[in-house]
């Protein structure tokens, strides 16, 4: 069907005879402004409510002392997804975000200092996992074609279809029989793998999106395949500035972002959503609700509990959330031409510190951590001759009981004392900016349960039938987006949950 919408100077002369049905969306991460482009082309005047002052949630920007720090994704994989957002507007991407491809698209380097430089070229590929265990090679190959098997199934044949029925789950169970999704990654990867140092290069991707390598399906080592598959790039300018183009798509399908906007409640009226009543009272009607906040905060917060049969307050408190992060970003008034642009620096342990953060919930003294140097890639992001970077560490989400204002400064040098032995020469005399980001901000300014980083846990009984529906279970008019929801987290998963919306979303009608 098309609709017909006023143009914006009809609107500013008030001839326009044509209203187009309004849609609320509540969060301005990259899934909230993916689902706002989708509706906004599907003939919906669309409303963006951030609660922060400047929209990206989780991939918001820091910018302080000169320096340019991306406050969360930093990995691109499957640009089309990006792209398609830029087509639905009849503009082109390259216009406005460049995105480098990067090689290596990692450096993982171990406890005793061996560095694999994991890389999109399948012969360089080859010749790393050969160097470190030649009688590993045919295993590499065999696991590769394991994680396409994987890819086909995971990604492109479910990755943007929505479970809103149990006999959806049904059809795709011969498929995981076949591909015994019930084992973990890191069971999967030991099939293949008897090196345990290539175990681990193979099997921390689940990581990325908030899982557990020993205990998520090994669906997800789709990863593996869907970085060989794109390739792993960068956005000039900053994550961010893929924030700044979406936001700029928005505006020129004539909609808005209101920034410092926090909701307080989904409306329902005869047990449907209906709009939303802001933190200041105020009301807004929408004939489509959309949430990009976290999803058990959304239900737990802003959907009465009179409305909830599914996700009740006790199933929230049931749910495994994914872990948390500490986050310390930091610019140095020199530079490491050494450091590549991204470096996963492991600690003496693998299994037995996922074991603490993710079952017993408790800090560690040891820790893993992923190091970004943009500055690798572009100059740009820090003063001359200076370096930024952000350094991430895997923790337990707030059930630890850790009291982060009190600790947060004891681990921050304890992981500058790490990257200075061992990465980082002279780090502690070179820092000249410096912010940090714990559990509890995820609690605060994104309002995440728990203060998880990735919402709930990506193990098979969360994940899709048994993830929230794109299509809320509890009322007609409201979808989530977002991490919260299938496919799942990481930039793939989440652009993936908006475009589930054109399925289950109807076109806007046109009102005299």
Known sequence: MNVVTPTLAGARRG???VRRPHAIVIGSGFGGLAAAIRLGARGYRVTVLEKLDQPGGRARVHRQDGFVFDAGPTIVTAPYLFEELWELCGK??????ELRPMDPFYEIRFDDGETFHYTGDAQAMRAEVARFSPGDLAGYERFMAAAKENFDV????????PFQRFTDMLKVVPDMMRLASHRSVYGLVSKY?????LRVVFSFHPLLIGGNPFSV?????????????????FAMGGTNSLVTGLAGLIESQGNEIRLNTEVAEITVDQGRATGVRLADGTHLPADVVVSNGDTLWTYRNLVPASARKRWTDRRIDLASSSNSLFVWYFGTDRRYEDVAHHTIFLGPRYKGLLRDIFRHKRVADDFSLYLHRPTKTDPSLAPDGCDSFYVLSPVPH???GTDWAAFAETYRRKIEARLEAHLLPGLSKSVVSSRILTPKGFETDFLSL???AFGMQPVLWQSAWFRPHNRSEELPNLYIVGAGTHPGAGLPGVLSTAKILDRMVPHGQTVA
């Open 154 to 161: 995971g990604f492109v044949k479910l990755g943007d279809v």
């Open 398 to 400: 707030l059930e630890s």
């Open 92 to 97: 082109h991407m390259t216009d406005d975000v």
């Open 15 to 17: 001839v326009s005879t």
């Open 450 to 452: 728990r203060g998880a």
């Open 217 to 233: 399906t090994s669906i997800y080592s789709l990863i593996s395949y869907l970085e060989k598959h794109w390739g792993v790039h």
């Open 193 to 197: 793998f008897k090196d345990p140092r």
